[in-house]
């Protein structure tokens, strides 16, 4: 029968603290867990050598056991016998043996029906007992699920319900205004359920906001350019502007230049999670130069350009 590395099964080494093997215990048996693996007797199988391993290096005297022996382990109660006899005869103090948990073993043992391999029943005898059988039934919390959600700027702008589908369940959500490009809320509950009575894992979903034709965003402000023809940026007027909730006019002063901008407070997006706050739109103007000029309308440029 084949001496079995409960550390390499747990992925940890022979000085790992209790607090490390009790933290690689539950990462393996939660990914290893008979229900979250139906019909899947290799997981099954790592499963109970998980069990066993913790049951062994979680208890500090199958431990203190284990690690003395290690793979001498099938003489070690025959040597320890012969000790306890050679003290009481003043044959000198029980040395132990050395030797450690061993390296290289790939042979896990044979699990049978039980709980327990054949090793841990020869080196440590019965099942394992209330603690074994209180692990099984341990609580694992579900698997975290996670989502990309899809939306446009004009999404964006308001507060709105959405439903989407994740791993065939319809969750509607809210989703609040002003979210930004790539950011991630969690839905707490919404993930993998939990076993064994354990909390269900939550939901993470990713938002991806689509580039918009018209608005370069940062942060809650906006910025849009606008074409202005010649005679409204030299004489002033009235231009009509685009924005997420519809046009507005805006009042156009007289001589305005090529490039300037104007600020539309408030007119930007909503700033995530604070009520009543929203960025600005700013807007650029692109004057036009006009084409296919009359000959009169030449004559008055270049009137204009003796001055």
Do not use: C
Request: glycine residues 14%.
């Amino acid at each position: 029968m084949a001496f079995i590395d409960y550390y390499k099964i747990l992925g940890v080494d022979k000085n790992a603290t209790e607090k490390d093997i009790k933290a690689a215990y539950r990462k393996l048996a939660r990914q290893y867990h008979p229900d979250l693996n139906p019909n899947d007797p290799e997981a099954n199988k790592k499963f109970q050598q998980i069990n066993e391993a913790n049951e062994v290096l979680s208890d500090p005297e199958k431990r203190k056991k284990y690690d003395k022996y290690g793979e001498n382990w099938q003489h070690g109660e025959e040597h320890e016998q012969y000790a306890r006899q050679q003290q009481q005869r003043g044959g000198g103090q029980y040395s132990g043996f050395g030797g450690g948990h061993g390296q290289g073993f790939e042979d896990f043992g044979e699990f049978g029906g039980g709980d327990f391999s054949d090793f841990f029943q020869q080196m440590f005898g019965g099942g394992g007992g209330a603690r074994g059988g209180s692990r099984q039934q341990a609580k694992y919390r579900g698997q975290d699920y996670n989502a990309e959600l899809q939306l446009t700027l004009k999404d964006v702008s308001d507060t709105h319900k959405q439903t989407l589908t994740v791993n065939g369940k319809n969750i509607r959500i809210t989703i609040p205004a002003g979210v930004e490009n790539g950011q991630t809320i969690k839905i707490a509950g919404h993930g993998g359920p939990g076993v064994n009575g354990g909390p269900a894992g939550d939901l993470f979903i990713q938002f991806t906001v689509a580039t918009d034709p018209n608005f370069k965003r940062d942060g809650a402000n906006l910025y849009t350019t606008t074409k202005l023809d010649l005679y409204t940026a030299v004489l002033g007027g009235e231009v009509t502007i685009d924005t997420l909730t519809g046009k507005v006019k805006i009042k156009v002063h007289p001589e305005t230049q090529n490039g300037a901008t104007v600020k539309l407070k408030g007119k930007g997006l909503p700033v995530y999670k604070r009520d009543g706050q929203a960025g600005d739109l700013l807007v650029t103007y692109d004057i036009q130069l006009p084409t296919h000029l009359t000959e009169k309308e030449k004559d008055l440029f270049k009137e204009l350009a003796k001055k």
